[in-house]
């Protein structure tokens, strides 16, 4: 038998033990998560399934830290990337805004948030929106912005809940380009994705079931 060595690589985000209840009412609680487990390496793309409403948004919610745990522990190294399932946004600020709002929150200097939002913009093709307020966006134009927003500081880790349902076909595949080019330069990303047509371009699936990957 022979053994070849691989090389240690640390993960960038490792959870184990998650548990979250929610209390619906006095006397009722549902158990969403019973001991998740779940580890990034640099450089993976990993992907998180499960049907509606097993909990994998509560999870991602955990992982970034918008949420408190019940049990387990989370553990992050790097910058944090993160995308809800539900667009985040000021409605009178314009694209624009919304990225030198971020570049400062970031403490980027204002030409390397320039760079990238230039960046971003031809990457997700969305720059013609650059000065339009983001009430007046389509749906898809703000999963665009708010996937932009996510990206700007170039995370090591990036999680991303169901980030291309608005999206159209180009777009789509402009996203997994964008993917794919975080993967090469080490960066990793966590995707919750529905659609089991996509499982080739994940290095890894993780299922979420009975609150247990
Ligand atoms: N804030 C909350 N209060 C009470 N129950 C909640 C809350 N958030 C989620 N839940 C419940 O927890 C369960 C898991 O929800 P979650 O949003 O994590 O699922 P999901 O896997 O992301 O689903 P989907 O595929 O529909 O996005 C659901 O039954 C949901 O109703
Ligand atoms: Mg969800």
Known sequence: MTTTAQPVRTAVLEASGIEKSYRHGLRHRQNVLRGADITLLPGEVVGLVGENGSGKSTLMKILVGALRPDAG??????????????????????????????????????????????????????????????????????????????????????????????????????????VARRREQGRSVLIISHFVADEERFDRIVHLRDGRT
């Open 73 to 178: 522990t989370v553990s992050i190294a790097g910058r944090l990337g993160y995308c809800p399932q539900e667009p985040v946004y000021y409605e009178r600020l314009t694209c624009d805004e919304h990225f030198e709002l971020f570049g400062r929150a970031y403490r980027m200097s204002q030409e390397a948030e320039r760079r990238s939002r230039r960046e971003l913009y031809a990457a997700l093709g969305f720059e013609r929106y650059a000065s339009t307020r983001a009430d007046q966006l389509s749906g898809g134009t703000l999963a665009k912005l708010n996937l932009g927003l996510a990206l700007l500081a170039d995370p090591e880790v990036l999680l991303l809940d169901e980030p291309y349902a608005g999206f159209d076909w180009d777009t789509y595949l402009r996203f997994w380009d964008l």
